[in-house]
């Protein structure tokens, strides 16, 4: 099992910047997918980001496609996401989750394919 602790979450300016971290550590911990999600009042988790520790190739949603990065400190066992550009509509729960040691990110966009989770951090933008 990976144990998830985000932070970095708060009230940024629209066009501002802000960086999620997430720190994992745990038995289970290794070469793994992991991502940020986020989910805001009346809609669906979605998945923002990716990221394959083994090879370090990284998956975005479209909708933060050119705003957002994704990034593994490997060192620090640390996955963070550097929000830039955001926008009002990126107000939402972000969470940070791993998929089971060994797996690929092909489905990373599918929440269930993650098996542990983060508690979140909020982020707000406001206009």
């Known amino acids: 099992q990976v144990h998830l602790v985000e932070s970095g979450g708060g009230s940024v300016e629209s066009g501002g910047s802000l960086r999620l971290s997430c720190a994992a550590s745990?038995?289970?911990?290794?070469?793994?997918?992991m991502g940020w999600f986020r989910q805001a009042p009346g809609k669906e988790r979605e998945g923002v980001a990716a990221l394959y520790t083994g090879t370090g190739m990284a998956y975005y949603a479209d909708s933060v496609k050119g705003r957002f990065t994704i990034a593994h400190d490997k060192a620090e066992k640390t996955l963070n996401l550097q929000m830039n550009s955001v926008k009002p509509e990126d107000t939402a729960m972000y969470y940070c989750?791993?998929?089971?040691?060994?797996?690929?990110?092909?489905?990373?966009?599918?929440?269930?394919?993650?098996?542990?989770w983060g508690q979140g951090t909020q982020v707000t933008v406001s206009s």
């Open positions: 745990g038995d289970g911990y290794g070469i793994l997918c």
């Open positions: 989750a791993a998929m089971p040691p060994g797996w690929g990110c092909s489905k990373w966009g599918v929440p269930g394919t993650f098996h542990d």
